[in-house]
């Protein structure tokens, strides 16, 4: 594909945002999303572990898997890599800033699962990105990722105290301004789309 990295950057933000467009990685999102501290601990860490992991996948997808004719283990070996490298961020992140570690508690090895990450590094290579393109891609689907929990976070800590209908309270009005979000977001779709 063609398309400046540039482009890319912002067209993953916007208007091909991972969460408000794909709707992946939405379990941490709907559950992280109740504090803006948390929201944006998570967020942040969503950001580097998309950007590493979708940079290493991306060689070791063309340097290892194409060369050695084992395509086939793709999903596996983007597992590991996602695996191992929220393993190092949890490590450093207990290290250097065990407050943001405790805050973020049991959601911090849930980046593992977090569908958006394999969904964009499998997006890289169904779209075959080149090096520079799935960078691009990777940091701004994170930070699309953070600006949406963000926004979430934001519009729940505003709400919480408001009459909401028993039904709809918790995950039900979150799905609901969740998908208002998504439709606000359809404004920027005319602008760039990269899929």
Request: charged letters at 5%; glycine letters at 8%; proline letters at 3%.
């Amino acid at each position: 594909m063609n398309i400046s990295p540039f482009i890319l950057f912002w067209a993953a933000i916007f208007t091909s945002n991972i969460l408000l467009t794909n709707f992946l990685g939405m379990c941490s999102y709907l559950s992280v999303s109740k504090e803006m501290e948390s929201a944006f601990g998570l967020g942040v860490a969503v950001i580097f572990v998309l950007t590493i992991t979708c940079a290493l996948n991306w060689l070791v997808y063309y340097y290892l898997l194409v060369p050695l004719h084992i395509v086939y283990l793709q999903y596996i070996i983007f597992i590991i890599v996602i695996a191992a490298t929220v393993q190092l961020l949890e490590l450093i992140i207990e290290r250097f800033s065990p407050a943001l570690y405790y805050t973020l508690g049991i959601f911090l090895p849930l980046i593992t699962v977090n569908c958006a990450i394999f969904g964009v590094a499998l997006f890289m290579i169904i779209r075959n990105y080149d090096f520079l393109q799935t960078l691009a891609y990777a940091s701004g689907s994170g930070i699309g990722w953070l600006l949406a929990i963000l926004m979430l976070a934001g519009i729940r800590s505003r709400i919480k105290d408001k009459l909401i209908p028993a039904g709809l309270q918790g995950a039900g009005i979150s799905l609901i301004v969740t998908g208002i979000m998504a439709l606000a977001f359809v404004g920027f779709s005319g602008i760039v789309n990269v899929q």
